[in-house]
């Protein structure tokens, strides 16, 4: 068995690392961004794939990487596991579909809520307890549902249904459904950044370059908000204006 996985602020690395300790504490987890994630899913029967809701929609770059490796998933078993920050409706059911058409079996889906890595919008700002309290909320779903998957073979099915589907469809894909269908053009950077180059070293899409002492983006935007969260300046916004407060998920953990 193999995680593999795209993370922002932590929480899906966090999550999946969880359910892994449980069904296999020899598993590797690997980034989607790291060059040797193609490999391990050649090399394993068993799939984790995990990755944040995006407008109730697959991350683009999950979508993109899926359908670029189309031939490595022929007859693989694929469990997808998505994190939220409210409501993913079909989260995981939108991936499970890509999968499917390159040959996948999708074992199961699971759906677990996080705090929201949106960080410059006022609407999606939670207090410090809550967001510990949705933490630990996940991990005991996570425990209950790892050890159902580990000692009985039961597999969630979160998020497959027909249902969820149309959930998903009304919650927020279709309202934004033009944001999912490539990487974003819409980070913005502004002159409070420093040039101190954080940011493009943390992107998993090598999106940004520092030139002339600033960061630049150069539009491969996946919109997993660590560049963000990471920036000492707060120099960086994608969806607001003004980073309200940054996300990190160790800060949610205690
Ligand atoms: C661009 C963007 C869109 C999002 N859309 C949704 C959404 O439709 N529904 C939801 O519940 N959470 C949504 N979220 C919240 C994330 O899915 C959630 O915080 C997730 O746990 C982040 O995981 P990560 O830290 O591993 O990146 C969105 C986050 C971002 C950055």
């Keep these: ?7 922002g602020t932590g929480n899906t690395k966090h999550c999946l690392q969880k359910l892994l300790s449980i069904l296999d504490k020899d598993a590797k987890m690997i980034p ?7 490999d391990a899913i050649k090399e394993n029967d068993e799939i984790i794939l995990a990755y944040p809701t995006q407008f109730s929609n697959v991350p ?5 990487f899926i359908n670029k490796n189309a031939s490595i998933w022929q007859d693989k078993k694929v469990f997808c596991m998505t994190t939220m920050g409210a409501f993913s409706g079909d989260g995981t059911g939108c991936a499970a579909r890509a999968l499917r058409k390159h040959g996948a079996i999708i074992t199961g889906g699971l759906m677990v809520r ?3 890595s949106v960080c410059d919008n006022k609407m999606l700002k939670k207090t410090l307890e809550v967001n510990r309290q949705i933490v630990r909320d996940a991990d005991e779903k996570i425990e209950k549902i790892g050890n159902d ?5 039961k597999y969630p099915q979160e998020g497959l249904s027909f249902f969820a589907h149309v959930a998903g469809l009304m919650g927020q894909r279709l309202l934004f459904y033009n944001r999912t269908t490539g990487y ?4 913005k950077i502004s002159d409070a950044c420093v040039g101190c180059g954080k940011c493009a070293t ?3 899409m090598q999106n940004l370059t520092i030139s002339d002492g600033k960061a ?3 539009n491969k935007c996946a919109m997993c908000y660590r560049c963000i969260s990471t920036c000492p300046v707060k120099a960086i916004t994608l969806l607001g204006n003004e980073v309200v407060e940054q996300v990190r998920f160790e800060k949610y953990v205690g």
């Design 184 to 187: 974003s053009t819409k980070l």
């Design 114 to 116: 996080m705090p929201d």
């Design 202 to 204: 943390s992107c998993p």
């Design 1 to 7: 068995m193999v995680g593999i996985y795209l993370s």
């Design 60 to 64: 683009f770059m999950v979508r993109d």
């Design 149 to 153: 998957m580990h000692n009985g073979g």
């Design 32 to 38: 989607i961004e790291d060059p040797n994630s193609v």
């Design 216 to 218: 630049v983006s150069n």
